[in-house]
């Protein structure tokens, strides 16, 4: 069996929208298990840097919501997180179960790319494996051959190709430090975050035209997709375009991250169902 | 030429995001560069002087590969330093 981490967190109100647990706590909580994996099983996160030059950053992320929970229905999250490396070392996975109330509250799985540090100081990186020696301290079960799943984009083709499109929006941001980590590199749980802001943003300023925009700010979120091309860095300015549409009776939404500074415009895709 | 450097570089060039240096060709910009932000160069350059893989290099808003950095550059130029990604 892959080895887990365990444990609880006791929760605070911040963790919590009046409709359920934010989406950023429960990828702040999850990256929070990743580092407890890496130094109760395999190597400290610090020591996985400083040591033997690895890091990973992520590609994406799948958030689903299992059953509504709300800050007064539990006193403390039980946590369980399993990582595995993925494609014989070039990918990994975390699978993270979020327990409240005797039940089910959420699930989120999170995609990383392994990354070689080319400079220890600005932690610079290329894409990279790990390296045999780290390879050697995992369980079997803990490293597959299998590339890892990517449900975004066939979830972004159903819904832009079965959806009545509503409406679009633009977010402007600037990514200040507190939205970065210790790179200086945006932290990719401050995703939501940034697609959130778009999200409200449309339901407050067309909702009198569509009124199904509403349930994005009244409504739980149901399922959260994430896949990232390329990071933003301190100070980098960037948009959300937001596209609303109906699914049937529901609100989806596609979010693209884009910046306007040389290079490529695309730096990631974000799906949500309500 | 003008230099801008992507936000993670930032604390090695003393908070400046533009640096107008002079030079004729965009390698002899970056060596005035790294002249004016001594501690930008071990963050730029490797060892042998070069500048890192993990570094894009644009020249007005096209991308200049790493091995053509004696392209020509005039006084109004501007050229973006940045990094692919970081591993933090």
Same mark, same amino acid.
């Given at each position: 069996m892959p080895?887990?981490? %365990?444990?609880?967190?006791?929760?605070?109100?911040?963790?919590? &929208?009046?409709?359920?647990?934010?989406p950023r706590a429960l990828l702040s909580i999850s990256f929070n298990a990743l580092s407890r994996w890496l130094k109760e099983h395999w190597v400290s996160f610090p020591r996985l840097i400083r040591e033997h030059r690895r890091?990973?950053?992520?590609?994406?992320?799948? *958030?689903?919501? +299992?059953?509504?929970?709300?800050?007064?229905?539990?006193?403390?999250?039980?946590? &369980?997180?399993?990582? @595995?490396?993925?494609?014989?070392?070039? @990918?990994?996975? *975390?699978?993270v179960a979020f327990s409240g109330d005797a039940k089910q509250a959420?699930?989120?799985?999170?995609?990383?790319?392994?990354?070689?540090?080319?400079?220890?100081? %600005? =932690?610079a990186a290329s894409p990279g494996p790990f390296?045999? /020696? =780290? *390879?050697? @301290? =995992?369980?079997?079960? +803990?490293?597959?051959?299998?590339p890892p799943e990517r449900p975004m984009p066939t979830f972004r083709e159903q819904i832009e190709g079965t959806g009545i499109k509503l409406a679009e929006h633009a977010h402007s941001f600037v990514l200040y430090r507190h939205l970065c980590e210790v790179a200086d590199q945006w932290a990719f749980l401050e995703v939501p975050g940034l697609v959130g802001a778009s999200r409200e943003g449309l339901a407050l300023e067309r909702g009198r035209d569509f009124p199904l925009l509403s349930d994005g700010i009244g409504k739980p979120l149901r399922r959260f997709e994430m896949e990232l091309m390329r990071p933003y860095f301190w100070?980098?300015?960037?948009?959300?375009?937001?596209?609303?549409? @109906?699914?049937?009776? /529901?609100?989806?939404?596609?979010?693209? =991250?884009? &910046?306007?500074?040389?290079?490529? +415009?695309?730096?990631?895709?974000?799906?949500e169902q309500f | 030429?003008?230099?801008?450097?992507?936000?993670?570089?930032?604390?090695?060039?003393?908070?400046? $995001?533009?640096?107008?240096?002079?030079?004729?060709?965009?390698?002899?910009?970056?060596?005035? !560069?790294?002249?004016?932000?001594?501690?930008l160069r071990p963050i730029l350059l490797d060892g042998n002087g070069k500048v890192r893989s993990v570094h894009r290099v644009f020249l007005?808003?096209?991308? !200049?590969? !790493?091995?053509?950095?004696?392209?020509?550059?005039?006084?109004? $130029?501007?050229v973006s330093i940045l990094t692919a990604l970081a591993g933090g």
């Open positions: 080895r887990t981490s %365990s444990f609880q967190v006791v929760t605070h109100t911040g963790h919590f &929208s009046p409709l359920q647990l934010q890091s990973v950053v992520i590609m994406g992320a799948s *958030l689903h919501y +299992e059953s509504s929970l709300g800050f007064f229905d539990c006193d403390a999250l039980d946590v &369980s997180a399993t990582f @595995r490396v993925l494609k014989a070392g070039a @990918r990994a996975q *975390l699978d959420a699930r989120v799985r999170i995609q990383f790319c392994p990354v070689v540090i080319d400079d220890p100081v %600005s =932690l390296s045999a /020696d =780290l *390879l050697a @301290r =995992l369980h079997d079960d +803990e490293v597959l051959p299998d100070l980098q300015p960037g948009q959300v375009i937001t596209t609303a549409y @109906r699914v049937g009776d /529901d609100l989806a939404l596609v979010h693209r =991250l884009t &910046s306007n500074i040389p290079g490529s +415009e695309n730096y990631g895709v974000i799906v | 030429m003008k230099f801008r450097v992507s936000g993670n570089m930032l604390r090695f060039t003393n908070f400046q $995001d533009e640096i107008e240096v002079a030079g004729d060709t965009v390698e002899a910009g970056m060596q005035m !560069l790294v002249g004016a932000c001594p501690q007005n808003g096209a991308a !200049l590969p !790493l091995d053509q950095l004696s392209e020509k550059a005039k006084a109004k $130029d501007e």
